[in-house]
């Protein structure tokens, strides 16, 4: 059973950084694939990031891209943790980071198409 815990959220001012963490843990596939979304009040969630494991390619929303940075560490078998570096912060940022694993078939990773979810972690950004 795959398991996606977020840490590392809360509340911050304009400018500065936070780091997120997704935990996976069960997730033994070949070609594994994790992803970070976010979500705030009335608004379509939104695709930030997302990291090939393996092959280590990496995508970035068009809101996101020069700001935040996916990494991953991968040492464990048993576990990978897929960090989500967030600098020079906006409120336009404030909302609920979800982590996501194993793209399904035929899915474009912009429509949320993930066979797993974590829980979420809130971002708060004060101007």
């Known amino acids: 059973q795959v398991q996606l815990v977020e840490s590392g959220g809360g509340s911050v001012q304009a400018g500065e950084s936070l780091r997120l963490s997704c935990t996976a843990s069960g997730y033994t596939t070949s070609n594994k694939v994790i992803a970070w979304f976010r979500q705030s009040p009335g608004k379509d969630r939104e695709s930030v990031a997302l990291v090939y494991i393996d092959g280590g390619t990496k995508y970035y929303g068009a809101s996101v891209k020069g700001r935040f940075t996916i990494s991953h560490d991968n040492a464990d078998n048993a576990k990978t943790v897929v960090y989500l570096q967030m600098n020079n912060l906006k409120p336009e940022d404030t909302a609920m980071y979800y982590c996501?694993?194993?793209?399904?078939?035929?899915?474009?990773?912009?429509?949320?198409?993930?066979?797993?979810w974590g829980q979420g972690t809130q971002v708060t950004v004060s101007s």
């Open positions: 996501a694993a194993e793209l399904l078939r035929g899915r474009n990773w912009h429509s949320g198409g993930f066979a797993y």
